[in-house]
């Protein structure tokens, strides 16, 4: 599904990418983690062609996304902040997204999954945060596209719309979609990925499964073998 080589991305004197190697077949939750500062970010908009990177190459599906754009026609992507025009009605913006995209959508099940009716006719203004989150993912499911990104899909979500999620992200994985999460909520990591990909600054620290990266750290969760990460590097 993606392929990565030696990508490598400077911002001035800061060095954020320092030759990446990463290969993500299709299908299956890969939840990519990493402290603030990791590249992370950069390697996330690097796919979606959002950042330029100074040496490498992308590929999805077998084709290198540079100065290509149609490629994004195959990806949905979840920002982790979505600034809309306070103005517009929920349901405006749905139909100015479907318009933009003119892809075949399956909005209902998903507002409905999301109890959104409520909702529909009243301004991005005057929603919550939690609200407004579940509109973004309304947006960003609607579509069946084979490759899905997820910048901190949970944020301000409540528990009930939190399982709801959960149970529309394994559903994704059941049809054979490639799903990209970014993530602090390292339950969330432990609850739903198949498998897990490490930065640490710029570089790769581990790919594989989660208990590959509790044996190698020699820890039994997630949180003591991201803390035990942290320690060793500050340490060294």
Do not use: C
Request: glycine letters at 8%; hydrophobic letters at 40%.
């Amino acid at each position: 599904m993606i392929q990565i080589q030696d990508l490598q991305k400077r911002f001035g004197k800061n060095e954020v990418l320092k030759g990446i190697d990463l290969e993500i077949p299709a299908g299956g939750i890969y939840a990519v983690l990493g402290p603030n500062g990791s590249g992370k970010t950069t390697l996330i908009k690097s796919v979606l062609g959002l950042v330029i990177p100074d040496k490498g190459s992308i590929s999805l599906s077998g084709e290198r996304i540079r100065n290509r754009w149609r490629y994004r026609e195959a990806l949905n992507y979840l920002p982790q902040i979505a600034n809309f025009p306070g103005n517009i009605r929920v349901r405006e913006l749905i139909g100015m997204i479907k318009d933009l995209r003119q892809k075949r959508s399956e909005e209902a099940a998903l507002i409905e999954l999301f109890r959104l009716q409520p909702f529909l006719d009243k301004k991005l203004s005057n929603l919550s945060g939690g609200t407004k989150q579940k509109v973004n993912l309304v947006l960003t499911f609607m579509f069946d596209s084979p490759l899905l990104i997820l910048d901190e899909p949970t944020s301000g979500l409540d528990p009930a719309s939190l399982l709801s999620l959960k149970k529309l992200i394994r559903k994704e994985r059941e049809n054979g979609k490639t799903l990209l999460v970014t993530t602090h909520i390292l339950q969330f990591v432990e609850e739903i990925a198949d498998q897990v990909i490490y930065l640490l600054e710029g570089k790769i620290y581990y790919q594989g499964t989660l208990s590959g990266l509790l044996e190698k750290t020699g820890q039994t969760d997630l949180e003591h073998a991201i803390a035990a990460i942290t320690s060793e590097k500050q340490d060294a």
